[in-house]
């Protein structure tokens, strides 16, 4: 059984945890559940991005014929999980902010993260008759690659943030009980093969096509 098809099991198992198992918050009670899908969504965007960097960066480095389309499949991936994580954090600020937008460091940096990979995807389209399309596309997911992180995890802490501790925080301590923590964790796995489940249909549709035209 390859180790994407565990998502039918880790999926359930989460989803059934978040909202069963997993203790209320104190001040947000069941609505806090949003985070068992939020920390994910945003922990995979995240692995998405660099995973399409690391491919575009074998490829400038030993060629590949597919990679681009592999790096291009990826960064889908993590568009739309990112596209979810500011729509499950704008249903966490108007519950525990009373606003869907607050111009929070983490809202608008996420937003501009998801403009700056959607703006790949529209270099990649304007590009299909280049035949240097997938090198311009696979510089442009390395400068996005070294940039990313600058917009995750330095240029949120620099301002004051609304945003509560972040589970990989200054001090090192993850603050949630130990109940939450495992519910978090099991969702987290949920979305990762969830991940590498929709990477391999991808991949395998691209050696489809391939073989189609060849």
Do not use: Q
Not at 85 to 107: F, H, I
Not at 112 to 138: D, F, M, P, Q, V
Request: with cysteine; net charge positive.
């Amino acid at each position: 059984m390859k180790i994407g098809r565990l998502v039918y099991i880790f999926m359930p198992a989460a989803i059934l945890s978040a909202f069963l198992l997993a203790p209320k918050a104190e001040i947000l009670g069941d609505s806090s559940r949003v985070i068992y899908f939020h920390v994910p969504l945003a922990m995979v965007s995240v692995i998405s991005f660099v995973y399409a960097g690391i491919i575009s960066l074998v490829y400038l480095l030993r060629g590949g014929a597919l990679l681009p389309e592999k790096a291009r499949n990826s960064a889908g991936i993590g568009i739309v999980c990112t596209a979810l994580t500011a729509l499950t954090g704008s249903l966490w600020a108007k519950m525990a902010w009373g606003s869907y937008w607050n111009w929070d460091p983490r809202e608008t940096s996420i937003i501009i993260l998801l403009l700056i990979y959607t703006a790949y995807l529209s270099l990649y389209a304007s590009l299909e008759n280049n035949t240097n399309r997938g090198k311009i596309c696979s510089a442009y997911l390395i400068l996005t690659m070294a940039v990313m992180p600058f917009f995750v995890f330095v240029i949120p802490r620099v301002y004051h943030s609304l945003h509560p501790d972040t589970i990989i925080n200054s001090e090192g301590v993850i603050k949630i009980e130990t109940s939450m923590r495992a519910v978090l964790l099991i969702s987290a796995a949920a979305f990762v093969l969830l991940y590498i489940y929709l990477m391999d249909i991808k991949n395998r549709l691209l050696n489809i096509e391939k073989v189609k035209h060849e």
